[in-house]
């Protein structure tokens, strides 16, 4: 039987970063396979990821959990006949909730070992508020409070006390006996998404949750708070300090900016990846294409007209990534 863990949790909190550090670490011996599915993604995370793990495969566009079910689980069964793999690592969008996936990959046959929740240590205040944010946490069952090199103890100590307190009150539950999915969760801590081994370990019993969700109601999406994303290329004389100005004057209603950028200044291309007004920059050699960032946020409209006008950018409406 294939086995299979769900990685959630928002946008930026280190979803990739525990892929990339920890995943092949801990199942050496196994042959991983692992499926992205990054919010309206450019095809970055999997350029990152293809350099750690040979396996990957990239579902592009969209939210997997409402819209895509029939793209992930073809998407699913492409990978199992390619690469027959032994585990397989989903990870879901920053913008979406991890239980229709669990779902999708029951149906497949695949059990479903652990979802784990990153959550980000520093940055759990700005967006805790977010709907899909607590159904994330209420939707797993291993909680990694990452990114803690940025927090002192005591934040630590009262972001958990947070953290379990919404997981107790969006905890799934079963729609007919009213009881927790979960039997029980762990919450672990980690730095540059390294957890030891024994957080994917026997968390539990699967078995006990089948069917339980057939009423499972999947939350709205187009509520206020939703995400939405735009994608933009940019111009071409472009330097670093233009990228550093836009950065810095982004509001915090966008919480993620991704993507690979020419400069003008630095000879290599840059893979770029923002998240809550903190970014990381990493040279990428081989990307031939043009300069491309994708805005992820709430309610972004009005704050991408203004960049748009500030920086002349080009749009693309319709982002998709030529496969
Ligand atoms: N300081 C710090 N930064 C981190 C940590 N984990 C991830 N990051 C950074 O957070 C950003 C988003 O990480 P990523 O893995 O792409 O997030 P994802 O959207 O959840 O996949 C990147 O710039 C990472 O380098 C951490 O433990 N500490
Ligand atoms: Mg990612």
Redesign the pocket.
Known sequence: MIHSFILT?F???????MLTNTVKQHFSDKKIAIIVN?FGDVGI?SKILTNVHSEVLEISEGCICCKLSEEFESGVIEIINKYNPEIIFV?TS?ASEPFPIFLSLQNLGISVEGIIC?VDAKNFDSYKDNSTAKYQLGGSNILVL?????VTENELQSLKQDVVEIKEQYNIKNNLTGKAIFNHYIVRE????IVGKEAFEGVYEIDEITDIAKDYKHHDHTSKDSITQQVVYLKEDITFDNIDTLLKSLPQNIYRVKGVIKTTDVPEPLFI?Y?FG?A?FEALANYEERSILIFIGESIEKDMTKLNKKFSFINIPQFRLNR
Do not use: C, I, P, R
């Not at 946008?11 to 970063?17: A, E, N, P, R, S």
């Open positions: 949790g946008l930026g909190v280190g979803k990739t970063t990054e995370d990870e920053g990153v990452n990114k803690t090199d940025l980690a730095e540059q998404g990846n998240s903190d990381s």
